[in-house]
Structures are given as structure tokens and as C-alpha cells.
């Protein structure tokens, strides 16, 4: 996928090989050129000390050299994100407007149109929240009582209204039937955005690994990249990761996010039972794509995972692993609206029951698109999850989802890509170079 390559303007930095730690230099150089109004941060061939904590603003790429050109070593752990693209999380709330209840009695996956009591407050272009609450009916019919008084909410847009009819700019990755919640279309305003921010092409690694720890040990849980709530239209390409607990966080209310084309190294198996994650998904229009876990294959983990109510579409393209105790497992509490495609990783979309602290259903509107590892896939009870085109290289399939044209070849052969093509975008991507022909 192309990504934008920022403006003309660019600061190429140059280190003494005597200092020990680039931090700073690195900081200044973010914060001079984005007072300039953005541009590139170029950072020289060579390996470089650093400490975490440095922040990326809007407008502004950090780019090395090349993954293994270019590489950052940790001096000490890190109790703190590496690179922070936007403002660190301060748990800023957006602005509420104006709300009205959806007045549809059963809305399916996909719809984009909704009916509201009065569209008085709408207007095109406004952001708005898709917002239920978690209904005790909701709660006891499926199976979800961890969820009790939680709001879910998904981001969206809107593209047209024509009298009391909303229709959103991207269709609901949640079924809303009106039996069990009351659901309303609620106008929000982020309390600011951080935008056309980048991190590539350089290596980050952490020589006193950190990979394995516990996930109680403050010095080792942070992300190498992180994109915290209100960062949009950023992206990470291009990455060599190594000794990380933790690779990459996106944050709720973060949104259209790239991570492609990096790989990171877990060079030690947890200790104890609870997994930490390689890419952490709580945000929406996230698109994770030809990424890799290229560590030690016994190192467990969640290679991909989803946080609680993690609302959709997101996306995992071509994502690999060492084995089979690296999983894409979406991890607790009703996300909704995830696709995963191309991928030999075992795949779980399954509900959690009380593993955790009573993670129940993890994932609802999932789908599962020509995955020839392992897989595992159950629909709620209030939903429905598919798997189209898996079970390929006789590997096992299970559970009580959708299963379509199991073990078969599968068309179109890239469900994303025909998605896009049909809302009028074209591109190439790695994946074409493997399935053209």
C-alpha cells in the first residue's frame, strides 16, 4: 500500500559516535520542523542509543535508513512508549451534540441506513457515535454479564441525510435489534486530532530483552510504537522490532491507522499464563498488513488482539508467525467488525467464557477470509461470525460459525481489496506479486 511520504521538507541528522543517548537530538529535531509546519526527520545509517519517550507531532515522519541500517538500542527497559505518534493518552473526552434514538426495530451488519425520531441536530460530514447500552436483556440472553452498564460505542460518520433517514459513510459492524437495546446516533467532536504522522524504516530493539515478562512488570508493557486515542491517518511502516513485550498499541478513538511491512521479534516465551499481545487493536479503520512475528517459535502470544468493545472495520492482511502458540485472537468483550485474511496463523473468534476476568464473547461480525492455518470460529447468539475459504492445507477448522466453501478457492481473492474497488479506489500491494499471474 502506498503511504503519503510527507512534505519536501526534511531535517538529516547526524550523530557523534560518542553520545549516548540521541533522545534529545531527535525530540529537537521533531519539534523544530513541526514549528515549520512538518516534514521529515531523517536519522542517519547506524547502530544508536536512545531511551524511550520521545513524541511524534502531526505532520511529521521519523525515517531511518532501512530497518537494518538504521537501528535504535534501548539503554535502559521501558516504562514508556518509544515513539508516541500524537498526544499521550490524558483520557480527554470528546464533545457530546445532539443525539436521537434510532428508531429501526432490527438493523443487520452492513446497513448503512438508520432511521432516528428527529435528524434536527445532523448534518453531513459531522462525526457521530453508533451508542447502546449493554441492556440487562441484551446481557442475559447473550451471554455477556462482564459487559453490565458498559456504553458501546462506534465511531462513524455522516453522509447524507434526507429527512429523519441517516446514511453513515462506513455500515455497522454491529447488528441493533431494538427487542433487547435501545440504540441512538450521537454527534461527537474530538477534543483534538493529531494527523499525517509517520515512523519507518529503522530497527528498534531492546538488548536487555523485555520480551517474556511478566505483564505486572511496569518497566516492560510498553509499546516500541504507539498511537493513542485521537491520532488519525498515521501510520508505521517498514519496522524491525526486537525484545519488545508489547510491539505496537492503538488506542480507542485512534483511527485509519497503517501498520505494514514490519517485523518483530519476541526472543523469549512469557512467563505465566497471561499472553501479552504483538499488536494491541482498540481502534477503528485499522489496517494491519504483511506483518510478521519472526522470534523464538515457542514465545507465546496474541500476534494480533482486540481490547474490549473494540468497535470495527479493522483489518489484518497477511499477517505470519512461527507457530501456533501465536495466535490472532481477539481477546475479550464484544469487538465487532474484524477481518482477517490471507493469513496461515491460527485464528480464534471464539467466546473466552471466564478465562481472564470473564472475557465472554471476544468478537462478533468477524470474518475470516482464505486462512489456511488452524482456525477456530463461534457465533454469538446475537450474531454471527464467517469464515469463507478456510481449512485450506488440511488443517483443522472448528466451532459453530459460518463456514463457506471450505477448503475451496476463493473468490474475489482478496475480500478487502474488492471492497475498496468497489467504493472506486484501486491499489497494488505486496499481495498482488503472489496471486497475479
Known amino acids: 500500500m502506498m503511504l503519503p511520504n510527507g512534505s519536501s521538507a526534511?531535517?538529516?541528522?547526524?550523530?557523534?559516535?560518542s553520545i549516548d543517548d540521541v533522545k534529545p537530538l531527535i525530540q529537537e529535531a521533531i519539534d523544530s520542523i513541526a514549528a515549520s509546519g512538518g516534514g521529515t526527520v531523517i536519522l542517519p545509517e547506524g547502530r544508536w542509543p536512545i531511551t524511550a519517550g520521545i513524541n511524534i507531532t502531526s505532520g511529521v515522519v521519523v525515517a531511518g535508513a532501512g530497518e537494518n541500517k538504521t537501528v535504535l538500542v534501548l539503554q535502559d527497559r521501558l516504562s514508556q512508549p518509544v515513539f508516541t505518534l500524537g498526544t499521550p493518552a490524558?483520557?480527554?473526552?470528546p464533545r457530546y451534540?445532539?443525539?436521537?434514538?434510532?428508531?429501526?426495530?432490527y438493523l443487520p451488519i452492513g446497513s448503512s441506513s438508520v432511521d432516528v425520531i428527529s435528524s434536527d441536530g445532523f448534518a453531513v460530514d459531522q462525526l457521530v457515535y453508533v451508542s447502546r447500552n449493554a441492556t440487562e436483556a441484551w446481557i442475559r440472553a447473550n451471554g455477556t454479564n462482564s459487559l453490565v452498564d458498559k456504553r458501546i460505542l462506534s465511531p462513524n460518520q455522516i453522509s447524507s441525510v434526507s429527512g429523519t433517514n441517516i446514511t453513515l459513510r462506513i455500515p455497522l459492524t454491529n447488528n441493533l435489534n431494538s427487542v433487547y437495546v435501545q440504540t441512538e446516533l450521537l454527534v461527537y467532536t474530538p477534543p483534538y486530532e493529531n494527523s499525517e504522522i509517520g515512523i519507518q524504516d529503522l530497527g528498534i530493539e531492546v538488548p536487555d530483552t523485555c520480551s517474556g515478562a511478566p505483564l505486572n512488570d511496569k518497566a516492560c508493557n510498553s509499546a516500541a510504537v504507539y498511537f493513542p486515542s485521537w491520532t488519525v491517518d498515521s501510520w508505521a511502516s517498514g519496522l524491525s522490532l526486537k525484545g519488545f513485550n508489547k510491539f505496537f498499541q492503538v488506542d480507542q478513538d485512534a483511527s485509519r491507522i497503517t501498520i505494514q511491512n514490519c517485523t518483530m521479534d519476541r526472543d523469549q516465551d512469557i512467563q505465566g499464563a497471561a499472553l501479552p499481545f504483538d499488536v494491541l487493536i482498540q481502534g477503528s479503520q485499522i489496517l494491519v498488513q504483511d506483518c510478521s512475528q519472526d522470534g523464538r517459535p515457542s514465545a507465546r502470544c496474541f500476534t494480533i488482539g482486540t481490547g474490549s468493545l473494540t468497535?470495527?472495520?479493522?483489518?489484518?492482511l497477511r499477517h505470519k508467525t512461527k507457530s501456533d502458540v501465536q495466535t490472532i485472537y481477539p481477546h475479550q468483550r464484544w469487538a465487532h467488525g474484524l477481518l482477517v485474511e490471507d493469513s496461515s496463523v491460527k485464528t480464534?473468534?471464539?467466546?473466552?467464557g471466564i478465562k481472564g476476568l470473564g472475557h465472554g464473547w471476544s468478537?462478533?461480525?468477524?470474518?475470516g477470509w482464505k486462512l489456511d492455518g488452524n482456525v477456530d470460529f463461534e457465533s454469538p447468539p446475537f450474531s454471527i461470525n464467517w469464515c469463507v475459504g478456510c481449512e485450506g492445507n488440511g488443517h483443522e477448522t472448528k466451532g459453530n460459525a459460518t463456514f463457506v466453501e471450505s477448503g475451496k478457492?476463493?473468490?474475489?481473492r482478496?475480500?478487502?481489496?474488492?471492497?475498496?474497488?468497489?467504493?472506486?479506489?484501486?491499489?497494488y500491494d505486496q499481495g498482488d506479486e503472489e496471486t497475479d499471474g
Open 10 to 17: 526534511n531535517i538529516t541528522l547526524t550523530f557523534n559516535s
Open 90 to 93: 490524558n483520557n480527554t473526552r
Open 97 to 105: 451534540g445532539f443525539r436521537s434514538n434510532i428508531t429501526n426495530q
Open 311 to 316: 468497535p470495527g472495520p479493522n483489518a489484518v
Open 348 to 352: 480464534l473468534f471464539v467466546d473466552r
Open 363 to 367: 468478537i462478533n461480525g468477524g470474518v
Open 409 to 412: 478457492r476463493t473468490e474475489p
Open 414 to 427: 482478496s475480500l478487502f481489496k474488492a471492497q475498496l474497488e468497489e467504493r472506486g479506489i484501486h491499489r
